[in-house]
DNA sequence: GGGCCAAACGGACCGCGGTCCGTTTCTATT
DNA sequence: AATAGAAACGGACCGCGGTCCGTTTGGCCC
């Protein structure tokens, strides 16, 4: 029986000897990173550490950052999960102008720790990462609650963008800007927007 | 008699065969790029119709990205006459928010023109370029002439980001906006900006 | 003009991302 | 268990960005 119900689980469901691999080259792609940087992942040394020829790893992610962006994405999750079923503030169960603080605050500091990572996985571009549009909806989500009106995904994204790594990268590094301060003028911004 | 003011000029004098190159292998990047579109753009292609070494389009521009800002720059420059002494409203002479509106605009049309080309220089990293630093300026030069208050860097940075490639492109190519929905709601961010 | 030296040049060379295709391995079916 | 065909594999191969270093050239001083 090749497949019960064809029509539903809809992913085509991978070989078993594929989905050894995709983990095993996740894997090999997380620790290079976590040890060496982003700078020392080539394929082909995520391609030896995984024990498969480089061929497999163009097979299963595509390009190099597409590796990248199913590495980040293992982290993403996690705060996924913080925000979907963790504690308030980030959590549910604060005031949204509460979670709103909280949000802009973790994903300032993510971002700041992941930057490099980020960046090797297409950064600014590729923003169709199912990661980047969980964050999108979430923060519409929250405008809706703080009674926002107007163009939502539009102004969700514009408050979004310098929360991203270039802006980011600019103001704490180039211009050496104090964390906090850049969080208080994007919730000046954020406060300026639901203010409407 | 070496140089006879060393220190107003400031720039240390390219030699001669060496500013004849510069000239010579922006000319080819151009017309490649506007021939054969930016993925033609090779450096050794460049090199090549320019009638030199691979090893001088380094030299001079130092990465492909580097060549790319040097040609982009040239159309840049042209834009920044537009705003500085053009005419009224993008030039001076007009009411601030009409400034504002023709900047919003012009900048949304001019960047969808050159998305290839400004990806290709390194698009929201390198924001150092001098290109990027003058728009935020004259934006912030704006926001102050309506009355705004706060972190004028900041809140024109973000002012500026939803007209940047990636989020244009997201809305107009991957969402299929109108370019007009898309200038309405910066125009509605921008209300929400100087409204304060 | 001749000679000196810093600057510029050019192209062989390297490493990595990405492709291609002949070979191997899984799995559904009998 | 045998088999067939699709899917996955692997590594040789290619093109391009970037480096390196021996050679050439332009500019200044005598």
Redesign the pocket.
Known sequence: ???LLPLLGDE???????????AALLAAGRDLVAHCGTE????????ERA??????????F??????MAAVLDADEREWQAAVISGPPPLGPGAEPWERLVAFGRSRLVTTLTHADLIRAAGGFGSRSQPAHAFTVLHLRHLLRELGVTGDLPMLATALLAPLEVPLLDAAVRAEDYPVERVLASWLDLARRITAG
Chains 1, 2 share one sequence.
């Open positions: 029986m090749p497949d085509p469901s991978e070989r078993s000897d594929a989905a050894r691999n995709r020392a992942v080539t394929m082909e040394a995520v391609a024990g498969v020829g480089k061929g497999t790893v163009f097979r299963r595509g390009t190099r950052e597409g590796l």
